[in-house]
């Protein structure tokens, strides 16, 4: 599989947490667009690429502490 096929079905993941009054989330989907993932496996059966990076605010300001990895 190649990471242009998960784009083409419309793959996303995404966790939102809310902390006190502020919202933050973190895209599997944003962060393939913007960059390169790590390829972790690839063969016949499987591939798998590993992807991480902060949770944002509404206004994309990172988060100081927290951070999401997919495993995709």
Known sequence: MALSSLF??????E?????????FS?????????KT???WLQGDQVTEWIVG???VD???KAHPHLAGRFAI
């Open 37 to 39: 993932p790590m390829l």
């Open 8 to 13: 083409e079905s419309g793959y996303d993941a």
């Open 15 to 23: 966790v939102k947490i809310g902390i006190k009054d502020q919202k």
């Open 58 to 60: 509404a206004n994309n």
């Open 26 to 34: 973190v895209s599997a989907r944003k962060m393939l667009q913007y």
């Open 53 to 55: 990076g902060p949770f």
